[in-house]
């Protein structure tokens, strides 16, 4: 145990640099895990190090790839300090996440005596410019982090609608009838001024409905943190999850910590990165949830690539019911990140016709054009943008 000590500080390094919340507390938990299994059985070690380091399914697929690069020659007693090979472009995100995290991988910087370089940045993009068109299942650790910190900061001003109720105003463009003999009362009936109200206008209620299944995982990992800060920048959001199933998580999604808040939904969600019903979803919102969200004239942000496991029996019906529930319904689908889009998919074919809006959302500037969407002018008819 005195050699597998300091192997387990720098896998929790690891996991840090690839971005996983790894920190003593689940190193301590880990070491106090070992104890309790062989050391010679592989599956038992990676269990336990997996059940006490690793608290959201999202993250799985990371650990196990850093897993395999770190305790790939069981051994050696202290194999992370020397560099290792990158994997290929064409290796999943996951793997190069860990890749990226092992120590030796990032190249070294040059020292402080080193004679100063100049480059030419003309007809070159900027670092910031690379990273808002990069999608997010290429991006690195690193990348991904600076993105979930812009994400953070995204602002969702709705354009406002206007309520059924009113305001005193002075200057209000209709006179308060009650208002103003209520005030002549105190002037033994006589009429000094006309009161005058103004109605209230507030943005609509917001409903996200994300997919969370094998096909949308990597992006679903990114725009959970889009949901979470819009869940926290403004009132009346109302936020959901399915893969085989719908889960609410609103409440989940209110704690202001990300982290806190992203456990909180890995302790309720029974499927993610699982299959894929999103006509039982959708059927499943329109009796249960239509009615107590969806009123003064919601937006919907349905977020799936539109590939149902069931074949999309029934799912045109429940879209089309979802439709005329609210003002707005925004598809948006990472597939149409590909120039050659078309749509072949049963459930892509059957959720078409039933939307207002059929938008990307793969990378940084697809959430900004939906942001300035959203804040710009929006539709009373419900015709398509």
């Known amino acids: 145990m005195s050699a597998l000590a300091p192997n387990l500080l ?13 920190g003593p507390a689940e190193s301590l938990s880990a070491a106090e895990a070992l104890s309790h299994v062989p050391l010679s059985d592989r599956a038992a070690f990676r269990a336990a190090l997996r059940a006490t380091m690793i608290h959201r399914r999202d993250h799985f697929e990371v650990f196990d790839s850093a897993f395999d690069l770190f305790w790939r020659n069981p051994d ?21 996440r860990a890749a990226e995290a092992m120590p030796g991988a990032a190249p070294p910087v040059d020292p402080a005596g080193a004679p100063e370089r100049r480059e030419d940045a003309a007809l070159t993009t900027s670092d910031q410019e690379r990273l808002n068109r990069l999608d997010f299942e290429a991006m690195s650790a690193e990348e991904l982090a600076e993105a979930k910190r812009q994400i953070r900061r995204l602002v969702l001003p709705l354009a406002e609608r206007p309520t059924r109720r009113f305001r005193p105003d002075p200057t209000g463009p209709r006179a308060d009838l009650r208002a103003t003999i209520r005030a002549s009362m105190r002037l033994g009936g006589e009429i000094a001024r006309i009161e005058r109200r103004r109605r209230v206008s507030r943005p609509p209620p917001l409903v996200l409905v994300c997919d969370v299944s094998g096909s949308m995982a990597r992006y679903a990992q ?54 894929t019903r999103i006509a039982e979803a959708l059927d499943r919102f329109n009796r249960l949830w239509a009615r107590r969200v969806l009123g003064q004239g919601a937006v919907v942000l349905l977020i799936t690539d539109g590939l149902d496991r069931g074949g999309a029996e029934g799912l045109s019906e429940a879209a089309e019911r979802l439709r005329h529930s609210c003002r707005r319904l925004i598809w948006l689908n990472p597939l149409l990140r590909y120039a050659g889009f078309q749509p072949r998919a049963a459930g892509i074919r059957a959720l078409l016709p039933h939307v207002h809006e059929h938008r990307q959302v793969h990378n940084l500037n697809s959430l900004r054009a939906l942001v300035a969407t959203l804040s710009g002018d929006g539709r009373r008819d419900g015709r398509p943008a």
Do not use: K
């Open 10 to 22: 720098a896998f929790g390094r690891v996991l840090r640099r690839a971005g996983l919340p790894v």
């Open 76 to 96: 050696t007693p202290i194999r992370a300090s020397g560099p290792h090979d990158e994997p290929p472009e064409a290796a999943p995100p996951a793997a190069r």
């Open 222 to 275: 990114i725009l959970l943190h889009f949901m979470h800060a819009v869940e926290n920048d403004r009132a009346r959001v109302h936020s959901f999850v399915f893969g085989t199933r719908l889960t609410n998580v609103t409440r989940a999604l209110r704690n202001r910590d990300p982290e806190v808040a992203f456990q909180a939904v890995s302790h309720i969600l029974p499927d993610w990165s699982g299959g």
